[in-house]
């Protein structure tokens, strides 16, 4: 034909360059200009193309990428295929098949995640396995405010295995929500799980189960001790993780505790209270865990624990005082004081107020 040499599509094989390893690339173009990209990939970063950078700046732009490890930005990691598009002006949307990993540590397995970015806001909404266990993700980072991540599971034990949080939970309806501080070097946790079990006691439990509650002894073996809810508010602030509060009730037991792990030295303190609800289940008919008055009980008083834990995160050195109370003194010993005082030994003055 007349007229200049016109390309509409050209193929690519074995590109490298840094951040990309590049098996095959093939790149067309449509009548109205728009590109269309797909390939196969050890290693691509889309960043450039998720921020509308690059040589796709300014052009709407179609992709298929299947790849060991697909850049996605903020330390997210993808293996799998994504299908998605942007738009001349920067924003788009995607749909991604595979596993996501924190950097290089896996958050969630056989994903289907569905896609939003924009310059102002990314949104992640999907569902996928954690620890084997079906688990919800919705992940938002707005432009003016913290990145959060909520995370929901009807296994909220094994979730929370895969996680890494904790190996002792089995079962449980599992809301996990943590906000991303300081360009997600640091971030907050909340935790709520009801309707579960927990097994292998630390230490200080062990020592109180000679008391005698049977529910106790079920924390050390077989299938643990039901509690109908949890909940746990966690900072972690680099090899420091602190557990500004950690309650529980159930069948058998409640449970608050406060404390700090490092990840480095592998060394914890943590100290809480422990009631054993057998014996208040024939006088009341609930139990307030933190910050309340039980009332209407008898004279010979129940039988509450003060524990602590401190030293090394496989051989703590525990400490428990078992005490005899009435009411008067039962606020003090169930959180206000003692418990206040610990928190503000272990984590510091609260800045709360």
């Not at 949080?165 to 640091?186: C, E, H, M, P, Q």
């Not at 001790?225 to 069948?251: C, D, H, M, S």
């Not at 008067?328 to 107020?353: K, Q």
């Amino acid at each position: 034909e007349d007229g200049p040499l016109k390309i509409s599509g050209a193929t690519f094989r074995d590109l490298v360059w840094p951040g990309n390893d590049i098996q095959q690339l093939t790149v067309s173009t449509a009548e109205n200009g728009d590109w269309r990209i797909a390939g196969n990939a050890k290693l691509i970063d889309l960043v450039p193309l998720r921020r509308n950078r690059g040589l796709g700046e300014g052009r709407a732009i179609s992709f298929e990428f299947l790849a060991d490890r697909i850049i996605a930005g903020d330390g997210i990691v993808l293996s799998g295929q994504i299908i998605g598009s942007k738009r001349s002006n920067g924003g788009g949307k995607a749909r991604f098949s595979g596993d996501l990993f924190n950097k290089t540590k896996p958050l969630i397995t056989e994903a289907q995640v569905d896609i939003q970015f924009g310059e102002n806001a990314d949104l992640m909404d999907g569902a996928g396995l954690v620890g084997g266990a079906e688990t919800s993700i919705r992940y938002v980072d707005n432009k003016d405010s913290p990145a959060e991540l909520v995370m929901t599971s009807d296994n909220g034990g094994s979730t929370l295995k895969g996680l890494g949080v904790t190996d002792t939970i089995r079962s449980g309806d599992l809301v996990l929500k943590t906000r991303f501080l300081d360009g997600y070097a640091n971030f907050d946790t909340k935790i709520r799980i009801t309707n579960f079990r927990v097994v292998e006691a630390p230490r200080a439990v062990r020592a109180f189960s000679v008391l005698g509650p049977a529910g106790l002894i079920g924390l050390l073996e077989g299938e643990g001790t039901y509690f109908g809810w949890g909940e746990a508010l966690i900072e972690n602030r680099g090899p420091q993780v602190r557990l500004k509060q950690v309650a529980g009730q159930g069948q058998a037991v409640s449970v608050t505790f406060v404390g700090e792990y490092d990840r480095e030295t592998r060394t914890v303190d943590v100290s809480g209270n422990l009631v054993p609800a057998s014996f208040l289940s024939n006088i009341i008919g609930v139990i307030p865990l933190v910050g309340q008055i039980l009332t209407g009980v008898d004279k010979a008083g129940l039988f509450v624990t003060q524990f602590s834990l401190k030293g090394d995160i496989d051989d703590p050195d525990s400490s428990v005082t078992p005490a005899s109370v009435i009411p008067g003194v039962l606020r003090d010993i169930l959180s206000p004081s003692w418990l206040e005082r610990e928190g503000e030994r272990i984590l510091g003055p609260s800045i709360d107020e």
